[in-house]
């Protein structure tokens, strides 16, 4: 992957970071963003070769700015990454937290990708981080599910749309993976730790997944690996939706 670039939306932690620092080491251009300042410090002493940049994913005004730093057919991929989950009962789930989570789930990957248009060289790939709980009825995800099933159609669109320019558009949907994003879902800490046990035990292969593992087949869809694959949703979950 010399000489290319890639942008990877919510790099300073989990699955983001894993695939950021993947595509360093085999000697990509990395553009990473976050939105935690603290975060993007931590995560910038440890990723090698990664350009981090404060830009919330969720904000018209940041998605533009980020937008703007990249030439026309600059950008040979980005894995549309950063994300959030709440989880509630649907009866407590509430609008601020439908309107929040489909602001960065959905609005914003649709306005990043439509302003990276001309940026994104033909040929280029895009990845974009979805759920198999869009397949899957989980109780309490209803919110989210909805948000990762509308970015799972949006991609299958344009995957359509940009075929004619060559560029590939695919999701990897991950089962449970133990990540960040487990203590930013307003669940206490101890009801964080049962979650994550509950989930793993639903894991045909008997654990949760980690980043890296999820890292590398994004890595494998946005590069020569990938090339004849476009329109597609990979679970990476342990085998979850198949049993
Ligand atoms: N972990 C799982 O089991 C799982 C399963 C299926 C799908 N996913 C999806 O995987 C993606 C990555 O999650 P993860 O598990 O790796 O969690 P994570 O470690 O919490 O990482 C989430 C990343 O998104 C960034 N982010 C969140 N809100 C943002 C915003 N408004 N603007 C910019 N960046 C923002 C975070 O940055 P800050 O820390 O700066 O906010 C962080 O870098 C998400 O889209 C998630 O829905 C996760």
Redesign the pocket.
């Known amino acids: 992957m010399k000489n290319e670039t890639y942008l990877v939306?919510?790099?300073?932690?989990?699955?983001?970071?894993e695939t950021a620092r993947l595509l360093a080491a085999r000697g990509a251009t990395v553009i990473g963003?976050?939105?935690?300042e603290e975060?993007?410090a931590a995560a910038g002493r440890e990723l090698e070769g990664v350009e981090l940049v404060r830009?919330?994913?969720?904000?018209a005004k940041?998605i533009e700015a980020l937008a703007a730093r990249f030439a026309p057919k600059s950008l040979n991929g980005v894995f549309v990454?950063?994300?959030?989950?709440t989880f509630r009962p649907f009866e407590q789930a509430t609008l601020d937290q439908f309107d929040s989570t489909f602001a960065?789930?959905v609005r914003?990957p649709f306005l990043l990708l439509q302003k990276l248009s001309e940026a994104i060289v033909d040929g280029g790939s895009v990845v974009i981080?979805?759920?198999?709980?869009n397949r899957k009825g989980f109780p309490s995800t209803s919110i989210?599910a909805a948000s990762?099933g509308a970015l799972r159609s949006l991609a299958r669109v344009l995957a359509a749309e940009w075929a004619s320019r060559g560029i590939r558009v695919n999701c990897v949907?991950?089962?449970?993976?133990?990540?960040?994003?487990?203590?930013?879902v307003g669940l206490a800490a101890g009801d964080v730790a049962e979650l994550k046990a509950g989930?793993g035990s639903q894991v045909p292969l008997g654990r949760?997944?980690t980043?890296e593992e999820?890292a590398r087949m994004v890595v494998f869809l946005l590069g020569e690996e990938g090339s004849f694959v476009t329109g597609a949703e990979i679970d990476v979950d342990g085998g979850v939706v198949a049993a």
């Not at 939306?9 to 970071?17: I, K, L, Q, R």
């Not at 830009?55 to 904000?59: H, I, Y």
């Not at 990454?81 to 989950?85: D, L, T, V, Y």
């Not at 981080?129 to 709980?133: D, E, K, L, V, Y």
């Open positions: 939306t919510g790099a300073n932690s989990g699955m983001g970071f963003t976050g939105r935690s975060r993007l830009s919330d994913a969720a904000s940041d990454n950063a994300g959030m989950a960065l789930n914003g981080n979805t759920t198999i709980a989210y990762k949907a991950p089962g449970p993976v133990d990540t960040p994003i487990y203590g930013k989930w949760m997944g980043s999820v």
